[in-house]
């Protein structure tokens, strides 16, 4: 496989580490948005997008300049995917938006996008993040269900090995 980079924004830390551990299973290289790395996304071929959802369905603080730079950059060859962290109990109206608002930024600058997931198996009542009836990214409930975190990331890992380049 090519080279792989994990951007992520995260702020108690439930994000970063997941970034971490999917690094590790990629052998990724991982770089945290509030660092604002917009130089690094033009030296990979697979790019992963992680962020938590804060507020009412806001994307994480940090992706605020990160998600301008990704709007702006073309990414024509490259193949993207997105992860997020998100409560479906207590936010189960806006379950991991995030991932539904990095979608919109990343969906016509020319990437494949990889990644997706089946809506099966969630408890939450609406997200952005579902279009068509399937996750366009890999959402996870570190609040509610994180006996499952683990399982989910190896079975995502295993799907973007076979559908990155
Ligand atoms: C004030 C507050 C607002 C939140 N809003 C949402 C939300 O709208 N949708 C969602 O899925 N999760 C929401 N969450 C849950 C967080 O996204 C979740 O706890 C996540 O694991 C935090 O990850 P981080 O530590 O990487 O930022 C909210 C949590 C808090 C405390």
Do not use: H
Not at 20 to 44: H, R, S, T
């Amino acid at each position: 496989m090519n080279k792989t980079a994990i951007f992520y924004g995260s702020s108690t830390g439930n994000t970063e580490s997941v970034a971490k551990q999917i690094a590790k299973l990629l052998n990724a290289d991982v770089f945290d948005v509030a660092d604002n790395p917009v130089e690094e996304l033009k030296n990979y071929d697979n790019l992963i997008f992680g962020a938590s959802t804060w507020g009412i369905g806001d994307l994480q603080d940090d992706w605020d300049n990160y998600i301008s730079e990704l709007e702006n950059t073309d990414l024509s060859g490259k193949v993207c995917a997105i992860f997020g962290l998100g409560d479906g109990a207590s936010y189960a109206d806006s379950f991991v938006d995030g991932i539904g608002t990095i979608y919109k930024a990343i969906e016509n600058k020319g990437c494949k996008i990889a990644g997706f997931v089946e809506t099966t198996g969630y408890d939450y009542e609406a997200s952005t993040a579902e279009i068509d009836g399937k996750f366009v990214g890999l959402p996870l409930d570190e609040d509610n269900e994180s006996n499952l975190t683990n399982d989910r990331i190896d079975k995502w890992v295993e799907q973007l090995k076979a559908e990155f380049k």
